[in-house]
């Protein structure tokens, strides 16, 4: 009697049987029936009430899936098989599976979920009061101008369709929509009793296509991409936009690595003038074997727009240190904005932004293949004018995939 048939007869007797509805999986797999695969992993799924079955069903459930070509579903189930395996090897095996699964899928997601408290939900003031060059008096600011305390909350999900795919070139379809959106605390509500979390609200939702493209099928593909979008503050339509952008990384060595980008934008603003924007970047990457990637990035940007306080140059250096792949990443930015004119001075107002961050993951808590990421936050403006200096710090929660 073959396995198949031991199952079935198994089965027809007890149809809640565990291991002979693992059995007849694992005998349809072979055999490249999927549909019964699929059926009898799921049934055993439903029934067992051990881990070692659950991972045994998942894993096999997957592995239907991807039979059919149901990528998507194969890697729901490989997260379903992630949570219940047996051991850190078995896990990771799992991962492997799940990025082969990946590369083969024309469908791509990324989830991310924040919550983080913050001193500064609106970017105000740290100063309560205004002082202009020149002049002898003090202005006081309005509640709206000043830092308002709360906690943030944001989620996003970014969609990339392939849709088609060459020895030297690939080429996708790609959405993308991003949510923030605060409760104030008591303290803010005594800078400004009638003010809403959700009057700092920001939505944004994005198209684009996006074309990969290696001339001599190299490593160092060209990078292309084009997108449409628009975004809403407190509620409202704030901008439409129009994107632009080109970049090309070349590999060095095993270790070293370099990233070019440039950024073109168009902005259709609903409140203030029209904005044109051109950006700049370079980076440098560098491996120290299996310690950990040293980044060190440079960039430039032009807007143009009319109106004061509107167009500016800036100029911008970060340095970052990442443990391992997935390990604790720490960063530092310094930023500088010089605008071309300014309500509050007749020379050139000049900010410069100084953002340090720290990101830690959590691989003892894991849940379905994510895990919690800890992120801290400190940023300080300093400005000619004392209306635009700023100091915001904030700590949270993110939830990432794991692999």
Known sequence: MT?????????ERDPTDVPALILRAETAVTMGDFDTAYTAATSAWRNADVPVAK???????????????????????LRRARQTAPDDLTRQMIAEDYEYVRRQNPLSFTLDFNASPTDNVN?????????????????????????????????G???????????????????TVF????????????????????DYAETQLSFGIGHLWSPDGGPDPWRFSASFGRFWYAGEPWSDFRRVQVSRGVTLSDS???????????????????????????????????????TLGAGGRRVDADGFDRAYDAVS?????????????????????????????????????????????????????????FNVEHSRQLSNVNRFDTETTGAG???RSAF
């Open 317 to 373: 250096v970060e340095a970052s240190w990442q443990v391992s792949d997935r390990g604790p990443l720490v960063s530092y930015e310094i930023e500088q904005r010089a605008f071309d004119t300014s309500f509050y001075l007749f020379d050139r107002r000049v900010d410069t932004r100084y953002t340090a961050r720290v990101e830690v993951p959590v691989p003892q808590v894991e849940l379905y293949g994510f895990r919690p990421v």
């Open 256 to 294: 070293d690595a370099l990233d070019f980008g440039l950024t073109l934008e168009h902005h259709v603003n609903a409140e203030v003038a029209d904005s044109d924007a051109y950006g700049l970047t370079a980076e440098w990457r560098h491996r120290f074997d299996d310690v950990g990637t040293l």
């Open 55 to 77: 991972f045994a069903s998942a894993r096999l459930a997957a592995l239907a899936m991807a039979g059919q070509q149901r990528h998507t579903w194969a890697q729901f189930w």
């Open 123 to 155: 970017n105000g003031s740290e100063k309560d009061t205004l002082t202009l060059p020149g002049l002898p008096f003090v202005f006081a600011l309005t509640g709206d101008a000043r830092a308002l305390p709360g906690t943030e909350y944001s989620a």
């Open 179 to 198: 949510g923030r959106t605060y409760t104030l605390s008591d303290d803010a509500l005594d800078i400004k009793p009638d003010a809403k979390g959700a």
């Open 3 to 11: 396995a198949g048939y031991a199952a079935n007869a198994l089965i």
């Open 157 to 175: 999900l970014a969609l990339r369709y392939r849709i088609r795919e060459t020895p030297r070139s690939v080429t996708w379809l790609e959405s």
């Open 397 to 399: 929660i993110s939830i």
